[in-house]
């Protein structure tokens, strides 16, 4: 039976906890700076995430630090969602299998 690597799941949170907060605030910034150019149609758009990133890419001259922002969040959720699969597959067990299941992770291993 595989043991979870403990270390690397710590660092797959923690990348992907930052991934999450990265996304969060280059999302304000890009809904503030669509405000202050009194784009409506944009800000109202912005609300949901995805137009955010548009916007951002649209508007890089306007606001490049929130771009920056949003892609570093993005990377960094991207490596914790691949990290977490990495590991999964190597006790393997089924990610849907463990998202749905109250107990343990290492009581699920085959």
Avoid at 5 to 26: D, E, K, M, P
Avoid at 41 to 62: G, M, N
Avoid at 76 to 97: A, H, K, N, P, V
Avoid at 99 to 110: C, F, G, N, W
């Amino acid at each position: 039976m595989l043991e979870p690597n403990l270390v690397l799941i710590t660092f797959a949170a923690v990348a992907g906890a930052s991934g999450l907060a990265l996304l969060f605030v280059g999302y304000l910034i890009a809904l503030l700076v669509a405000l202050g150019q009194r784009q409506w149609f944009w800000a109202v758009l912005c609300i949901a995430l995805l137009p955010a990133v548009i916007y951002s890419f649209i508007e890089r001259d306007k606001s490049n630090y929130a771009l920056r922002l949003l892609l570093a969040g993005l990377a960094l959720f991207t490596l914790f969602i691949g990290l977490m699969y990495w590991e999964l597959g190597r006790l393997g067990l089924d990610f849907s299998e463990v998202m749905s299941s109250t107990r343990p992770v290492h009581s699920l291993q085959k």
